[in-house]
């Protein structure tokens, strides 16, 4: 009984799975790096969100005390805010944290603001002005962030799932990531 799988018919049938197999292992290779990459790049703008929201804190922490220090009327609510911002920790390590640390900061912006609209006088100051400035720049690089962390997030959901590695990207933890409103 001759052996079927040694004919000379087979042996480009092998030939093919072989080189079918190495593609599909070196495609494996690709989509695992891409994924990897998108991974360091998504981590890498929290840290820069981390960076942001300290630096605004901290400008929001002098305005209050550049208003504190021309005593004008603050009320409880306003202090609250600034006291929420004061032990507000701004390091962000998951994309869950970015939304409530900056509807606080936002909170206390928006009050501050309004004080600021009440009160003209005080917005003659250079300090204040200098201070708005930078803050206007802080918000327009967080808006800048954003938008470049969605659209890496939406390459990294595309990678892992990706049809043919979708079973690997699970295996390897390629969590589910979500977009930053």
């Known amino acids: 009984m001759p052996n079927l799988l040694s004919t000379p018919q087979l042996v480009p049938l092998y030939i093919a799975l072989v080189v079918i197999g190495l ?15 998108f991974r360091g790049r998504l981590q890498k703008k929290l840290v820069a969100l981390s ?26 609510t306003e202090r609250k805010s600034c006291s929420r911002v004061r032990w507000l920790k701004t390091d962000v390590v998951k994309e869950k944290d970015v939304i409530p640390t900056h509807a ?12 600021a609209e009440r009160e003209t006088y005080i ?3 250079a300090e ?19 938008n470049v962390y969605n659209a890496d997030v939406s390459g990294y959901m595309y990678w892992r799932k990706f049809f043919l590695y979708r079973w690997l990207s699970f295996l390897l933890g390629f969590k589910k990531r979500e977009r930053i409103a």
């Open 23 to 37: 593609l599909y292992l070196l495609g494996a290779i690709y989509v695992i790096g891409v994924l990897f990459y």
């Open 51 to 76: 960076v942001l929201f300290s630096e605004k804190k901290e400008i929001l922490l002098s305005i209050f005390q550049l208003y504190d220090a021309a005593r004008l009327p603050l009320e409880e």
């Open 104 to 115: 606080i900061l936002i909170d206390l912006e928006k009050r501050l603001s309004f004080i």
């Open 123 to 125: 917005k003659k100051s």
């Open 128 to 146: 204040l002005q200098a201070l708005l400035l930078t803050l206007k720049d802080v918000d327009a690089s967080y808006r800048r962030i954003v």
